[in-house]
């Protein structure tokens, strides 16, 4: 689905990244781990062909990643909202429907829209925001409702932005279930996140990103003090507590 | 035929209220959703900079107005890549053009009345020309929206993904912000442009209070728009005021309803 081979990306001069190599099955749950700056986010930008690779090569679906970016859907941190922003959840899901054509929307696209959105909203268990109000709306909520957005176009790869970022517990339990539950229908997830724990038990992989480079393989064999001091470049201690993982280094880093 | 439309002037006015009211509010529509209110008031200002130096130059007023109007919209697109982002700018445009319009009137005081008339318009000083050029340009624009409607929608609600998607968000931003001022620039002469926000955001803030579908949406839009601005128009003949200010004040009251919390009129 993806392949990576010695892939180097940044923005401006400085690179975010580089020598990172990976695969991403299909239907497979990744999580993408890293503090802040780690390049996150221009690793999605590149996986979208929206950065070009400085070095390296990257392959999506079996092509160049700018000619497969209409089957790979991204999912941004937050929806951007006024305070009084009147939309109905529909709606918002709506809009990305088959959004690349010119055009009003002609009635047999419009019923098509409808199945679409309907399954979105199904898959993603809000239905009951169908007619709410964006602004009326948790957090939480408006989560699904990206995500549902995102799922119209039935996409064979889903990008998560750090979905998890302005979340209680709860809401983000209901997240990481909508994510995983992709997976169960083939779709590839890739889950950008600060902290591990609330998908270790969901997620089969973990890209790691940290000063620059980049690590891939189970929670195991990334979620210890080998790779993640090899990572850093200085000694990391993981601390395991009930299910969870802690990394420290001088100061806690993950 | 009614009274009021016995005279020429008047089926003028009715006529080029229509045209400007449909066009300029469904063009407010996503003007409001993107959260372009200023921007738009800007452009719609810096068209009498524009009428001011065609004043001076000795050349149509309308000239300089659209040369100005659709040069603002190209210099806003460029210095501000996100739309929610590009107030300072836009402020700065629109000051720089205010100065510029005081100094060609200060140049050319002998005949600056038509560039201070294009700061509250002359719905009633319409002739059948300019209804052509009004008729034509709204078809322009409302072919122009209705082309890149769906692109558009997407990238006003979500930017982010749009531009993932593909989408390209910056070129839509610049054709939007085009289609903006070839609004701006035939309206104006009609609304001015101190009260341009009586149609291309009063009626689509109203609208978008109440209805939160977009198809909806758009249609209350226009419908508000053709209220106020013919409403507007007859206030003004029976009660013999200025027509701007009727149009801004049925504006400015059905914005003032739709903030009201009142459940039964939200669809």
Avoid at chain 1, 135 to 141: H, K, M, N, R, V
Wanted: net charge positive.
């Amino acid at each position: 689905m993806i392949e990576a081979r010695g892939l180097a990306a940044g923005k401006g001069a400085a690179l975010a990244f580089k020598h990172v190599s990976f695969q991403i099955a299909p239907g497979s749950f990744t999580a993408l781990v890293g503090p802040n700056g780690a390049g996150k986010t221009t690793l999605f930008e590149t996986i979208l062909g929206l950065i070009p690779p400085r070095h390296g090569e990257i392959q999506v679906l079996g092509g160049t990643p700018s000619r497969m970016r209409r089957q790979i859907a991204y999912v941004p941190q937050a929806l951007a909202l006024a305070h009084d922003d009147a939309l109905i959840g529909r709606e918002f899901v709506s809009a990305a429907f088959q959004a690349h054509r010119l055009g009003l929307p002609l009635p047999g696209s419009r019923r098509r829209a409808r199945a679409a959105v309907d399954a979105a909203l199904d898959t993603v268990g809000a239905k009951d925001l169908a007619t709410r109000r964006l602004s009326t709306l948790s957090g939480g909520q408006r989560q699904r409702l990206l995500i549902a957005q995102a799922l119209v176009n039935r996409p064979r790869l889903v990008l998560l932005d750090e979905p998890l970022s302005q979340l209680d517990p709860a809401a983000r339990d209901w997240i990481v279930a909508v994510a995983a539950d992709l997976t169960r229908r083939g779709i590839a997830v890739i889950f950008s996140t600060h902290d591990i724990n609330p998908v270790l038990r969901v997620c089969d992989r973990v890209l790691y990103l940290a000063q620059g480079r980049g690590r891939i393989g189970s929670v195991d064999e990334i979620i210890c003090d080998e790779t993640l001091s090899e990572l850093y470049a200085t000694p990391v201690r993981v601390i395991r507590d009930g299910g969870r993982r802690f990394v420290f280094a001088d100061a806690p880093a993950a | 035929m009614p009274e009021f439309l016995q005279f020429a002037f008047m089926r003028n006015a009715f006529v080029a209220t229509t045209l400007i009211a449909l066009m300029g509010s469904l063009v407010g529509y996503f003007v409001v959703l993107r959260r372009q209110a200023f921007a738009s008031h800007a452009l719609s200002n810096i068209g009498f900079a524009g009428a001011a130096g065609a004043s001076l130059a000795g050349v149509d007023p309308m000239l300089g107005l659209l040369l100005f109007v659709m040069g603002a919209a190209l210099v806003m697109a460029w210095t501000g890549r996100d739309m929610g982002e590009r107030d300072v700018s836009v402020g700065m445009i629109l000051m720089f053009s205010l100065g510029l319009g005081a100094l060609f009137v200060n140049l050319y005081s002998a005949n600056a009345n038509a560039a201070i008339g294009i700061l509250f318009g002359s719905v009633f000083g319409i002739d059948a020309g300019q209804i052509r050029w009004i008729a034509i340009t709204s078809a322009g624009v409302l072919l122009g929206l209705g082309a890149i409607f769906r692109p558009l929608r997407f990238a006003s609600l979500n930017p982010q993904a749009a531009r993932a998607q593909g989408i390209p968000v910056a070129t839509l931003d610049t054709l939007f912000l085009l289609l903006v001022g070839a609004a701006a620039a035939i309206a104006v002469p009609v609304i001015g442009s101190l009260l341009s926000f009586a149609i291309f955001v009063g009626p689509a803030a109203a609208a978008q209070a109440w209805c939160g579908r977009v198809g909806l949406g758009m249609g209350l839009t226009a419908l508000l728009a053709l209220l106020e601005s013919l409403g507007g128009l007859l206030l003004s003949y029976y009660a013999n005021l200025p027509a701007s200010s009727c149009i801004a004040a049925l504006s400015f009251g059905l914005y003032g309803l739709s903030r009201l919390p009142i459940r039964a009129l939200r669809a």
